[in-house]
């Protein structure tokens, strides 16, 4: 318990507790009574809670103060006997720090990059000096790793995000530092480590999913056509080790909304849109009962939208044929109607789509035409000429 208190008091002010329980934290007290009454009784819990109220509390007056709010959190960490409480204080002091650069970044980005020396206070810093501390407090964040791996992320569920942090995904309190890490500032080194760790574990789920993070970070961050060939590729070497496991649901969605059967030129789109359909169809018929089979069926039904587009002339003249341009998919028949017009010339002119409407006059002629359609999913083009002859 004395750890936990440790855990969701930290984290409060990176917005990972419960609404609750931040705004139960923020009330008003006498800090620095508690803070001192906290460091003669060695509660390490009450001492940081006492902190985390007195910083919430300072930023809603006034967030000057973040600088040395960040360094307050920052000696503690260096104080602090408790491994996995120095852990925690490391991930949030990271958190801090890259918030204090992104509200600032035009501003510290018109700086040119410090080497060797190393500003007492922040807002001097240049961009490399915030990349680089960030990275230390990562680091830090997740050693020692070992203890951090036999800690259960269950003790702690009041700092889970709901939908995210599942135990299931997130069992320790390395995944769910690792994690946070990530989304602070994802790095190769981090992935690695934490992929190295899940697959060590019986949830090979968990292993794959960060798998299919890296491979997304490593490869979409900037696009070439070298990027895609090569993401494409790791992305079949995943499926190929986990493509017997309903979640590799998520690799084939991975390829899909990546475009890797939306990328060709026009003469073999048709057979990229072929493949694209059928590994929509194979993986629903395969994984129905998966949680978010959704996100395959949700393609398919994308796929197979009705779509059409109709182009003519804008004038025919007595004696000549109308001809209708069309682009369509997954439409088998059409009714072309031709009304005699209650607009004068002049009228006509200054289109207005509803006036248009209200101004339809005798119907003269009504066609219907049949189109061909292959499959459901296929753009085709087609003329169709409506005889000169009205009435």
Same mark, same amino acid.
Request: proline content about 4%.
């Given at each position: 318990?004395?750890?936990k ?36 009784g ?19 007056v006034?967030d ?9 959190v ?39 990059d ?5 500003? &007492?206070? +922040?807002?001097?810093?240049?961009? %490399?000096? *915030?990349?680089?501390k960030?990275? !230390?407090?990562?680091?830090? #964040? @997740?050693?020692?790793?070992k ?6 992320v269950?003790?702690?569920k009041a ?34 480590e934490?992929?190295a ?19 997304r ?7 070439s ?24 649901? &998520?690799? +084939?969605?991975?390829?899909?909304? %990546?475009? *890797?059967?939306?990328?060709?030129? !026009?003469?073999?789109?048709? #057979? @990229? ?24 069926k949700?393609r ?44 004068t010339p ?16 005798t119907?003269?002629k009504?066609?219907t035409?049949s ?21």
């Amino acid at each position: 318990m004395k750890i936990k208190a440790i855990i969701v008091s930290a984290l409060i002010l990176c917005c990972i507790s419960a609404v609750i329980m931040y705004t139960n934290a923020a009330q008003p007290k006498n800090e620095s009574k508690m803070i001192t009454e906290a460091i003669q009784g060695k509660n390490t819990p009450q001492l940081i809670k006492a902190l985390i109220s007195r910083m919430k509390e300072q930023l809603d007056v006034n967030d000057d103060d973040f600088p040395e709010l960040i360094k307050e959190v920052e000696n503690y960490a260096a104080e602090c006997k408790e491994p996995a409480s120095t852990a925690v204080l490391h991930s949030m002091v990271a958190e801090m720090y890259n918030q204090y650069y992104t509200m600032n970044r035009w501003k510290i980005n018109q700086r040119t990059d410090l080497a060797g020396y190393v500003p &007492e206070d +922040i807002r001097e810093w240049t961009s %490399n000096l *915030f990349t680089n501390k960030i990275k !230390e407090e990562l680091t830090a #964040s @997740l050693q020692p790793a070992k203890l951090l791996q036999e800690t259960p992320v269950s003790d702690f569920k009041a700092i889970l995000e709901t939908g995210k942090d599942t135990p299931a995904l997130r069992p320790t309190l390395y995944d769910f530092l690792a994690f946070r890490a990530l989304d602070i500032a994802p790095s190769t080194e981090i992935y690695e480590e934490l992929i190295a760790y899940l697959n060590t574990q019986p949830d090979k789920k968990a292993a794959m999913l960060a798998n299919l993070d890296y491979l997304r970070f490593k490869y979409t961050t900037r696009y070439s056509e070298q990027a895609r060939e090569n993401y494409t590729s790791a992305l079949d070497s995943l499926l190929a080790i986990y493509g017997n496991k309903d979640y590799s649901v &998520e690799i +084939i969605a991975a390829k899909l909304n %990546n475009g *890797f059967y939306g990328y060709g030129t !026009e003469a073999n789109m048709d #057979s @990229l849109k072929a493949a694209e359909y059928e590994l929509c169809k194979e993986t629903i018929a395969r994984f129905p009962n998966y949680e978010r089979i959704g996100l395959i069926k949700n393609r398919l039904a994308n796929m197979q939208n009705p779509f059409l587009q109709v182009n003519t002339d804008n004038t025919v003249y007595p004696g000549k044929k109308l001809t209708l341009k069309l682009t369509y998919q997954n439409i088998r028949q059409i009714t072309a109607r031709i009304y005699k017009s209650l607009k004068t010339p002049q009228q006509t002119l200054n289109y207005n789509a509803q006036d248009t409407a209200n101004n339809l006059g005798t119907l003269v002629k009504e066609v219907t035409f049949s189109l061909k359609v292959p499959n459901t999913y296929t753009e085709l083009d087609t003329s169709l000429v409506i005889p000169d002859r009205i009435v």
